[in-house]
């Protein structure tokens, strides 16, 4: 069964950075794109970042320029380093695995950042 688990949420000052990591067990890591998302309370769930299986990457444009995503499929690992955090990205990082629209999706818990002073 796939897992996918978040950590490395934390509160920080506006300006500030922080690196997310997500830990995928569980199947062939490399075949999957992998997305990380958020919710901010009383929004919906947006994505932030993706990156695929092929290395293509995208960026919610709120994000480009600040936040870098990258996977290690040597490690099963992907990261979101965030650089120059404002109060608008406090939110539930959510990290999601997945392999194609016929296919199940795997979301973790999430992972809580709150930016502020």
């Known amino acids: 069964q796939v897992q996918v688990v978040e950590s490395g949420g934390g509160l920080v000052q506006p300006g500030g950075s922080l690196r997310l990591s997500c830990a995928f067990s569980?199947?062939?890591?490399?075949?999957?794109?992998m997305d990380w998302y958020r919710q901010a309370p009383g929004k919906q769930r947006e994505l932030v970042a993706r990156i695929t299986s092929g290395f293509t990457i995208t960026y919610a444009e709120s994000v480009k320029g600040r936040f870098t995503i990258s996977r290690d499929n040597a490690e099963n690992m992907v990261y979101l380093q965030m650089h120059s955090l404002k109060p608008d990205d406090t939110a539930v990082y959510y990290c999601r695995a997945w392999e194609s629209d016929y296919d199940p999706e795997y979301w973790g818990q999430g992972t809580q950042v709150t930016v502020s002073s």
């Open positions: 569980g199947s062939i890591f490399s075949i999957y794109a």
